[in-house]
């Protein structure tokens, strides 16, 4: 049979967003039928999304180490890694100030989060953190092992270690050849290993969704759809506030004078007496 006659024989493919959609419907139901009859089994769908989250930041490490030294060091020569780096910059900057733009536009005309009042905290108070100084931060960006910064997932001083190999590795040439090939190789593997922890993606954000739903019910999708619905059920929120609040002062007056009603009354059946 023909591939073109094979693949309309097996039908159309869900793709992975479609499968992500479906985990997470899935999640919802399961979680919800989970805090109606055993809340305490929604534990069990924990494990599963930490161990999503703990696939992704596994490849974190070699996925920008094996990218950075293959791309800096196959340019092959300092000027052209000069070249990349300064469109490299020119692009950042650029892309993080449409995505700072529209961050500030979408917080400003949708307001998430008004009138949601949070839980106050009744665990232990947060500590304060301090400011990082200037030479606290610079010297931060230089790792004291490699090694300790890819266990601890320090992304930036990754990215300066593997910049700082990938500028030592084209400076000596075509000895560097078998590092540059490995590198690529690394990242090429990488690509695909990353493939392979994105297929479980519907599984960790339906366990994600199980368990928050079964920990918590459904009411904390209605919190989230609050966080960020958009402006027109402020208005709703305000004034379910302010009517609230005007109970809570009616009940105030009312406590504080509770014998003016008795008071009226007696003085009148005594004139009439």
């Known amino acids: 049979m023909p591939p073109a006659e094979r693949a309309v ?3 159309p493919r869900v793709t992975l967003t479609q499968q992500i959609i479906i985990g997470l419907i899935v999640g919802i139901a399961a979680g919800w039928l989970v805090s109606r009859t055993h809340p305490g089994w ?7 999304s930490q161990l999503f989250l703990r696939l992704i930041k596994m490849i974190i490490a070699p996925l920008i180490f094996g990218t950075l030294v293959a791309g800096i060091a196959g340019a092959g020569h300092v000027k052209a890694v000069g070249r990349m780096g300064l469109r490299a910059i020119v692009y950042f900057e650029v892309v993080t100030t449409i995505a700072l733009i529209i961050g500030l536009a979408a917080v ?3 307001r998430p989060g008004v009138g949601l009042v949070l839980p ?3 665990g232990v108070p947060d500590i304060a953190a301090k400011a990082a100084t200037w030479d606290q931060i610079l010297l931060h960006t230089v790792p004291t092992s490699v090694i300790q910064a890819m266990a601890e997932g320090d992304v930036l001083q990754i990215v300066v270690f593997s910049v700082l190999f990938a500028l030592a590795v084209t400076s000596i040439g075509e000895r560097a050849r078998p590092i540059i090939t490995w590198c690529e190789s690394l990242a090429d593997i990488m690509f695909r290993f990353t493939e392979f922890v994105m297929k479980f ?3 960790g954000v339906g366990a994600a ?8 019910g459904l009411g904390v999708l209605k919190n989230l759809g609050m966080l960020v619905g958009p402006r027109q059920h402020d208005r709703h929120l305000v004034t379910q506030a302010a ?4 109970r809570r002062h009616d009940g105030a007056e009312d406590r504080g004078h509770p014998k003016v009603a008795g008071l009226v009354k007696p003085g009148r059946d005594r004139h009439c007496g």
């Open 9 to 11: 024989a097996r039908g």
């Open 42 to 48: 929604a534990q069990y769908f924990n494990p599963f």
């Open 108 to 110: 400003n005309i949708f």
């Open 120 to 122: 106050p905290n009744t």
């Open 201 to 203: 993606a519907p599984v």
């Open 209 to 216: 969704m199980a368990y928050t739903v079964g920990h918590s």
């Open 243 to 246: 009517d609230h609040q005007q």
